[in-house]
């Protein structure tokens, strides 16, 4: 299993940024996706999740509204659209992969490294 993310950057509050996770080793239309983030000194916490098929997301109430989750598996590639930026959202951005096709409980065995989403004025 590979995953490798792209995407992340600089941005001013209240602008946008697009990451993307590029999937493989595996089959990827069969699995949920997940976005989530760690910020310095902080614990990590689950941004988003979408579910094998896509129809079936979950987001953190501290995105929610802001970002949206997407994918799509012609191109084994997951999508988060960060709307509306804020300070707090810096962090560094890790894509990975569930065991399940639904948004059940999920083990989450298989990580990218990361992009770094800065958000500064």
């Known amino acids: 299993v590979q995953l490798a993310e792209s995407g992340g950057g600089l941005a001013q509050p209240g602008g946008s940024l697009r990451l993307s996770c590029a999937a493989s080793?595996?089959?990827?239309?069969?699995?949920?996706m997940g976005w989530a983030r760690e910020a310095p000194g902080k614990r990590i916490e689950w941004v988003s999740i979408i579910d094998s098929g896509g129809r079936d997301t979950f987001y953190s109430n501290a995105v929610k509204g802001r970002f949206t989750i997407s994918r799509d598996n012609a191109k084994n590639t997951v999508y988060l659209q960060m709307n509306s930026l804020k300070l707090e959202d810096s962090a560094m951005y890790y894509c990975?992969?569930?065991?399940?096709?639904?948004?059940?409980?999920?083990?989450?065995?298989?990580w990218g490294q990361g992009t770094q989403v800065t958000v500064s004025s």
């Open positions: 080793g595996f089959t990827f239309g069969s699995y949920t």
């Open positions: 990975a992969k569930g065991n399940r096709k639904d948004l059940g409980y999920n083990e989450w065995d298989d």
